[in-house]
């Protein structure tokens, strides 16, 4: 018996064809895997289901019966949940004021706070152990909203429950939280529509799994008859029939240092981190998630007025703890959340990918736009960005081509070191490795330098010389050549191996 | 509780952005009190709150239409528009027509609140603009029915303003009224009604759609009504004003509410409530009409010349805001060393 049954849906946004045929069959009490590249359409049908969009054409059945929502607390009358890719919470509320919103329960003529609070305290409890719910939620991390944003949505107790790419911002302990928490709702009978990025964590959890590409369906793989096989879903997710395997790029490092941190301290986060970087590096920071690695790039980029410790940019001192002496010194970050720090969301890619360039301190007086707009169609191009135009709001793109935005609007800058947040969160396998091909490209023809946090430490071990492996704010480790693998990353990062 | 506990308690409590405004309002009160002699002589008191009174009842409506994300900037002239009302329609010689202005100017109030809260939830025209334009409305609007001050009122309407005016009010009721004046059971409605308000789905909504108002839809949330409810809830703050004012002034003016507007959102902003939406008390808006009105009563018994009084008052309220700018800033960096 099928939960929900999804036929031949078709939806345009203004020219462009976000879905062209999309089927999609979710069982009873099963985990439904969706898998695809950026704007394969994953998004848009999830969407489309709980009513944020209105489908073009095809036909939507719950429970074998036709059902079209006007909204999602619509479909969240029928049991019908979804977990926003976008946070949909409220930054001045707490967390469990987030969690009960829009569906508070009355004592008397008053609010039943007490009961709200109970709920959510036994939610979080089992999702995240320690997550104070009375804080505010713009207090919080990305992890901790993503969490909150599950909470929300599980405590209305669904009977389908859609999870669009949770795990993008979740480190591996909330991650294995999260699936532990999804089995036991499949227990209880609670079907189940996953999308991620990271296909290891979709063959684990899913039952089924379906493929989107280009706005329809491609591929589907039902782990009952077949084994998954990651090789396939690959192939299904790029079209290519043979996947190629990454090789390591081969550039050599010079010998110039180009950075120099010594004793680097901040509060509880940062203790005692010293490292050299050479011209033409790319430096990995890993270790398990939270452990100081966020930090260190923001410090990196002067963001920490009260940072303790010496930097010297080509041999030269300086003090890093002002953003502007960062740029200043070509020491350009890009940063991790890209709704937050990254984007002007309601802004065209063009105004987007020349903020930076207009903020230098030499600017001709009128902007040459002619120029600006082909060097931005280059990068463009570069990074395969799926848009309409330059002047497409950005807002309006899918989630990776977002993030793909926020890296390539620095790329044309004369930097000498880079500092990446992981940017590859919630980019697809084809895109990914599109992006980092690029900017290997530009490491080499320019002898950049790149440090690079990735929370995936597959990224990592493709494409760091060198990978610094932190533990609670300390450098553990330092990795070099063939001691980069997954064996002894997953080691030292948990101390087992020191 | 241990010791440790109440030094957490209270550190969490000196981080709070509200401290600040309760700190500028003690300095400031504080700076009355050797200033004005008698300040605590019942008589001076009951002065001080009566000159309060409409202000905080105007800043308490600004604060919930602020809340929700919007400004009204037609304030002041609906607060005019309803004293002309109230004054229009009693006749001096027949007590029961205070009864006809008080349920028509109630009516005025709610009608003057959709069609802000229309305009501005459901039709999406941007608040600062469309108040702009309704303000010139209810001007308008007043100046028609009432082309110069004056009017007519009922005799009991004054104890809106004074229980011992109203002819052969009982003893019980004045002796009463010297203790808890009228203006000051204004003022406690108002916070018995935001009261009780910050307890149902509307006042957690009012949060909600303020701070982020495609998140609240998302979730479920009728924005547009929530945001027609805060006007609403703005106009009977300002009905409550008016109230006051004709029981004070036993006429009605077109133009008296002008200077409101902006002083009520100015002290609004004073006690913490942000320009934003989505932050700040109810209550601690009082704290800032009440530092506002300060400023008016230092300056008169400082004995500053007429000359330089406009520009002392706005001196004071620039140190006001941003000694409580630099305070938050402060606590924010502070606690952010702690939690670091």
Redesign the interface.
Known sequence: MNALEVTGIRKCFGGVVALSNGNLVCQFGKITGLLGANGSGKSTISKIITGVYAADEGEIKYNGKAIKYRNPHEAKRDGIAMIFQNLSLIPDLTVWQNIVLGAETKKGMFLNNKQAKILSQEIIGQLQPGLDINRKVSELNPGEMQIVEIAKAISSEPRLLILDEPTAALEQEQVQNLFKYMRRLRHQGVSMIFTSHRIWEVMEICQDVIIFRNGENVGAINSEVEAMDPEKIISFITGEANHRQFTKADHKPSDDTVLRIKDLNYGKSLKNISFDLKKGEVLGIGGLAGQGQSELMLALAGSFPQLKGEAYINGKKIRLIRPKTAIRNNILLVPGDRQLEGLLMNHSLYTNMIFPKLAQKRQPLFTPRKKYRKECQDIIKALSIKAHSLDTVVGTLSGGNQQKVVVGKWLSFSTSVLLLADPAKGVDVGAKREMYEYILKEVKDKQMSIILYASDSEELMQYCDRLMIMYEGKAVAMLTGEEINEDTIVATSMRIRQ | MNAQAIRKDIRKWIFKPETSSLLIFLLMLLITVLLQKNFFESQSLVRSINAFAPLILMTMGQAIVMISGTIDLSAGPALSLMTCVLTYIMKTNDPVTGVTAFIVTLLVAVLIGVINGFGAGYLRIPPVILTFATSYIWLGAALFIRPTPGGQTVDWFKAFYDFGSVKNAPAGLVAFGKVIPPALLLVLIGCVLWY?LS???TG?YL??V???G???Y????NTAKLQMKAFILNALYIFLASLFFVGQNLSGDARMGDPMTLKAIAAAVVGGIAMSG??GSVYFAIIGALIMSLVNKIIFFANIPNAYQTLVSGLIVVAAISSSMIYTKVSH?EKN?E??
């Open positions: 009780i307890k149902t789905r957690r949060y909600a303020g701070s982020n495609d998140s609240a998302a979730s479920g949330i989505g932050r960096s060393k939690n670091a």
